[in-house]
């Protein structure tokens, strides 16, 4: 599996936090300083001889220096909310077997959640099966200033991996039927994936023999968060544990044959790459507003934005409740936007050595070699 690139010294998930807070508060007390890039932060503190801003800096004390000096280590990394809850189940050499944890933003190092609390379930599925009770010990170890594992160090695994089910959503984005000429559905398209197509967010896809026409599709996975059957729309968000990246590849070829029955085509081996992290509902605003974009070999081949979904979340969840049981760790694709390679003219497919990256706002991006 495919190590997540990253680096830099490990420093704690507070510190992290501390950093974003100490951008706002050096806005309150020097608004020309917030403006300044982060190098130029640095250089002030360094310069006590300095004037104008550099005396500024040095009225901030030698207690607020060490959180400038954290501002550079992370000044590569976005500014995530405090409130950001993103689990992952991820692998380190220390480690003897997989473990749960937070993931510092996207992008950052990660904390390990069973070294926090060994009474932990140690796969993403347990864990959710605990509900509130689990996630309460993720918010306490996300307050804490916990030691991170460099990014460098750790190899990310699907956030979810071997749950019951893998639901699929076909032709959910008005565009995408737009791009095909056909009419948007009057109820969801719904077909599946086997969860032995799950792949983590760094692995590398593997083009079967079988197939000559393997193409893309970027999508937003929603996880179920609790058990539950005929659940209404008005209460589904109770059931929804949190978001993903998922990259739906298809084998255009089986897909159409036999009277066009997807599972075939959907299904191989690592078909079905996820992550980088769950993220929890809590931490999106609004899912349904997000850009979703897909790069293959660095050029941009899908580009929308989730509300432009056909039936929402809620209408998924509600409608595919009627007919089965939906369990903690459950794995909802929500279809794809236009874009896909074959509908191109010509058709494109994907070949050995590609590059698929697939990204969600909010969410995070996935990164994956075709092999």
Not at 175 to 194: G, Y
Request: hydrophobic fraction near 40%; charged fraction near 20%.
């Amino acid at each position: 599996m495919a190590t997540a690139g990253g680096g830099g010294g490990a420093i704690s998930l507070g510190e992290e936090l501390s950093a974003c807070l100490l951008r706002s508060w050096l806005w309150l007390l020097c608004p020309p300083l917030s403006t300044c890039s982060l190098a130029g932060i640095g250089s002030l503190h360094r310069e006590p001889g300095g004037s104008g801003h550099s005396k500024q800096a040095l009225m901030l004390g030698s207690g607020r220096r060490r959180l400038l000096s954290t501002l550079l280590q992370v000044q590569k990394r976005p500014c995530q909310p405090c409130r950001n809850m993103r689990l992952v189940q991820f692998q380190a050499p220390h480690l003897e077997e997989p473990h749960v944890g937070l993931e510092s933003g996207i992008g950052g190092g990660v904390v390990d959640l069973n070294t926090f609390d060994p009474a932990l379930p140690k796969t993403m599925v347990q864990f959710l099966e605990r509900g509130e009770t689990a996630l309460s010990v993720a918010r306490r170890a996300l307050a804490a200033q916990l030691p991170l594992i460099p990014r460098s160090q750790v190899t990310f695994l699907a956030p979810v991996t071997r749950p019951d089910k893998v639901i699929c959503v076909g032709l959910n984005y008005a565009d995408h039927c737009q791009e095909q000429n056909v009419r948007v559905p009057k109820n969801p398209i719904i077909f599946s994936k086997f969860s032995s197509s799950i792949v983590g967010p760094y692995d590398s896809i593997i083009l079967p023999p079988e197939s000559k026409e393997v193409d893309w599709e970027v999508e937003m996975a929603v996880v179920i968060g609790k058990k539950g059957k005929h659940i209404k729309a008005t209460d589904v968000m109770a059931y929804v544990a949190g978001f993903t990246v998922a990259h739906d590849v298809s084998a255009r070829d089986w897909q159409m044959r036999n009277g066009k029955q997807w599972l075939l085509g959907k299904t191989f081996d690592t078909f079905c790459p996820l992550g980088p992290a769950l993220v929890t509902k809590d931490t999106i605003a609004d899912p349904h507003n997000l850009k979703i974009s897909c790069r293959v070999n660095g050029e941009i081949v899908q580009s929308s934005n989730t509300n432009q979904m056909v039936f929402k979340t809620e209408d998924l969840i509600a409608w595919v409740s009627q007919f089965v049981t939906l369990y903690p760790g459950d794995i909802l694709l929500t279809g794809t936007p236009p874009g896909v390679g074959m509908f191109r003219k010509p058709p494109v497919f994907l070949k050995k050595g590609d590059e698929v990256q697939c990204e969600i706002e909010e969410l995070g991006v996935i990164i994956n070699k075709v092999v």
